[in-house]
């Protein structure tokens, strides 16, 4: 519900800004690819202590999507889209985790979780040159989720029979498996800065770092799972560093300024 709201009150401040919009009229197609830092942040210093003794690492993955961006002024822009996004975090068994589940050590752990992103940013520029400038982002990610697996490599047969999944409690029986107890939304803050240059007159590529933190709880309430360590019951999430890279293209009628401009 808090969700719907916020997005609400974005749709009305940009409605608001149509007026102060009109004289700017562009907007800009965005294609995007983004390579990102992915992990699961436990929120609990304690916890993510023994995590780390546990050999619970960050992952590497990529999303990709498209943006539909409406200039409001222009220094400023309103942006949403549908991205792609693989969530989740790596692990390799240190000697004592793997000592206790009664497996080899260095035995890796993947867990991917798949969202339909749809963000929704305001974009603001700070002008270095006629084709470059500098860009600043803040906004909000609400999410669908689509599917989730979980996989272990190196693990032979008699391993597998053998091994309790840390998640659940309970036996696996294949190397990739699906977990089904992730929520089936992601609300996440988009914090992020970047580059943008001007290639034609209705070109421009971006370069942006971006941290993207989660804010309701990546798993369901009715999922059979229970984190509580010493520190108490606790709501790990999913966290994300990414380098977006974008190529985009502009639509408006007054590409002529534009051109005269360069």
């Keep these: 519900m808090k969700v719907i709201q916020t997005l ?5 401040i940009v409605q608001n800004l149509q007026g102060f919009a009109q004289n700017v009229s562009k907007y800009q ?12 942040n436990p929120r609990n210093k304690d916890v993510k202590r023994l995590w780390k ?51 080899a050590a260095k035995n890796v752990f993947v ?43 190196r693990m032979d047969e008699e391993q597998l029979q053998t091994f309790k999944d840390p ?3 309970e036996g696996i029986t294949d190397q990739v498996f699906h977990y089904g107890i992730f929520s089936k939304r992601y609300t996440g803050l988009n914090l992020a800065a970047g580059y943008l240059k001007y290639i034609k007159a209705k070109m421009v590529i971006e ?3 971006q941290y993207q933190r989660q804010l309701n709880k990546s798993i369901r309430k009715d999922a059979p799972v229970v984190y509580s360590y010493q520190t108490g019951i606790f709501y790990p999430k999913f966290d994300s560093f990414a380098l977006n890279f974008r190529i985009g293209y502009y639509f408006n009628k007054q590409i002529k300024t534009t051109k005269e401009g360069f």
């Design 29 to 40: 197609i965005t294609l995007l690819l983004s390579p990102s830092i992915e992990g699961y």
């Design 207 to 209: 370069f942006q770092l």
């Design 53 to 103: 003794t546990q050999g619970y690492q960050t992952k590497f993955t990529y999303n990709f999507g498209v943006e539909y961006k409406k200039f409001l002024s222009p220094m400023s822009s309103f942006s949403t889209g549908l991205i792609y996004q693989n969530k989740g975090y790596r692990a390799i068994l240190s000697e004592a985790s793997a000592g206790s589940n009664g497996l």
């Design 8 to 12: 609400l009150a974005v749709l009305l």
């Design 111 to 153: 867990l991917s979780v798949y969202y339909l992103m749809i963000p929704a940013n305001f974009n603001f520029y700070s002008k270095i040159s006629k084709r470059s400038r500098l860009i600043y982002t803040i906004g909000l990610t609400n999410g669908i989720y689509l599917s989730d697996n979980g996989k272990y490599k």
């Design 167 to 169: 998640f659940t409690n």
